[in-house]
């Protein structure tokens, strides 16, 4: 009897899914930043520590190298340059009113930081630690997003109808891309290849537009409110929360379908993917927690406490 006890408990821990044992560290192949808006700081999981004296953190890009985070400001004009490493504050540069996302280009070189409130991007020298250059690119700009050679970045457009397009040598902006089937761009990603960019609105649904047509190929309505949107390594899926509901939208970017609405708590915002693509990263602004999201089973495998108030963006080395 012995024998068969033995025999069904060692079934049992063979059937087990390798996630339900998995250590917190195997859940992050590499550091995780969540801005924690109502703390006034970044915490890097899975360590669990929080760099204060970062006025209302909003939105959050780590370096290509890892050694950077470009972290904007909701409640001032301001964004940080802060050692990802040391949690130390190298730089206070001011971009205008109503600071939104920030992101950094694949090389290092340049960062981006969005002012919603002067219609403006302003190009930052990651070297120096310096503003080089603010460009006006139309009306309430939100976040950005580079081209995987660097070259492009694109910028929604919150208070229009399209994304800008930058050329980040002549540091200008080139041009507008419609995409009139959604209201209010958002955030954005592209495509694993590069040819589709994909935009989430204000309301409650994402646009995938062909990059050499510049039209869009599908509206596609997911939960309510706005939220963060990502591409996951290698391009299976397409994620989108919903800070308005409760679900993480999962859309096979084949078919333009929303596969799977996904359970995470109240207030999905910030979605982001590990950098080889298994986990998905979620802010749930309402209950303070990070939804970890098994990217295979597509079943939340683990909630995660941050230690502060509104989780809002997640930065992910090796997945800007």
Known sequence: MRKI???MAFVA????APWAAAAPAQLFPAPVYVTLQGSNSVESLPSAT???????AHYVAISPDGKQLLVSSAATENVFIVDAHTGKTLATIAVGA????????????????VSAGTDSVTVIDMR????????????????????????????????????AVLDMRSLAKTGEIAVPGIHGPHNLDLSADGKVLWVRDLTGSVAAVDLDTRKE????????????????????????GGIAGHV?????????????????????????????????YVDVTATGKVAIIDTHTLEVVRQIDTHGKLPFWIAVRGNN
């Open 5 to 7: 006890f033995a025999t």
């Open 13 to 16: 821990a063979c059937l087990v």
């Open 50 to 56: 929080r760099w204060s004296n970062l006025d209302s």
């Open 98 to 113: 109503v600071p939104q996302g920030v992101e950094i280009g694949p090389h290092g070189r340049f960062g981006l930081a």
């Open 128 to 163: 120096t630690l310096k503003p080089v250059k603010t460009i006006e690119v139309g009306k309430t700009p939100h976040n950005a997003r580079f081209t995987a050679d660097g070259k492009l970045a694109y910028v929604t457009l919150q208070g229009g109808t399209g994304v």
């Open 217 to 240: 190929l599908a509206v596609i309505p997911v939960a309510p409110g706005h939220a963060g949107i990502d591409v996951i390594p290698g391009g299976r899926y397409v994620f989108t």
């Open 248 to 280: 993480v939208d999962v859309i096979n970017p084949a078919t333009f379908k929303v596969i799977k609405e996904i359970e995470v708590g109240q207030g999905p915002h910030g979605v982001r993917a590990s950098r080889d693509g298994r986990w998905l």
